[in-house]
C-alpha cells in the first residue's frame, strides 16, 4: 500500500480547516456563546446563534478531514468538483459576513478583516491545489 500526499494544497488546506474549527469553537465557547446569557435577548435566540455557531464550526471540520483525505487521492480530477464545491461555499460565507456586516453597520467590517483574510488565503489554496499539473502529482 503505497499512501502518499498527492496535494500538498489541499493537505495544507485540509490542516487550516480544522484548525480554524478549533478556534472557532473555542471562540465561540469564550468569548461570543457566554454573552449571549448576559445580553436580555430570548431563550429561542440564544439557542439559534448558539447552534448556527457550531454549524460552521462543524463545517469546517469536515471540510477539513475531505481536504486531507483529498490530499492522498491518487486521482486528483475525481476530487476537483469537491474541492470547487467548497470554494464556492467559502466565497458565500464570506459574502455573507461581509455583506450582513455592512448592513447592520459599514463600520464593524474592520472587525471582520481577520476572518476575511483567512478565507481568502483557504480559498487560494484550494484553488492552487485545483490546478496542479497531473505530472506534478505523481
Do not use: C
Amino acid at each position: 500500500m503505497n499512501i502518499k500526499v498527492r496535494n500538498f494544497y489541499y493537505l495544507i488546506a485540509g490542516i487550516l480547516a480544522i484548525l480554524f474549527a478549533y478556534t472557532h469553537a473555542l471562540n465561540g465557547q469564550s468569548a461570543v456563546l457566554p454573552k449571549l446569557n448576559i445580553e436580555t435577548i430570548s431563550v429561542d435566540i440564544q439557542t439559534i446563534f448558539t447552534y448556527v455557531w457550531h454549524i460552521i464550526t462543524v463545517e469546517n471540520l469536515v471540510f477539513g478531514i475531505a481536504f486531507i483525505f483529498m490530499s492522498f487521492h491518487t486521482d486528483q480530477s475525481k476530487v476537483w468538483f469537491s474541492a470547487w464545491l467548497i470554494v464556492s461555499t467559502l466565497i458565500v460565507r464570506l459574502m455573507v459576513i461581509l455583506g450582513v456586516t455592512a448592513l447592520i453597520d459599514v463600520s464593524w467590517l474592520k472587525d471582520t478583516l481577520i476572518d476575511s483574510i483567512a478565507i481568502v488565503i483557504y480559498v487560494v489554496l484550494i484553488i492552487l491545489g485545483t490546478r496542479t499539473k497531473k505530472k506534478q502529482l505523481k
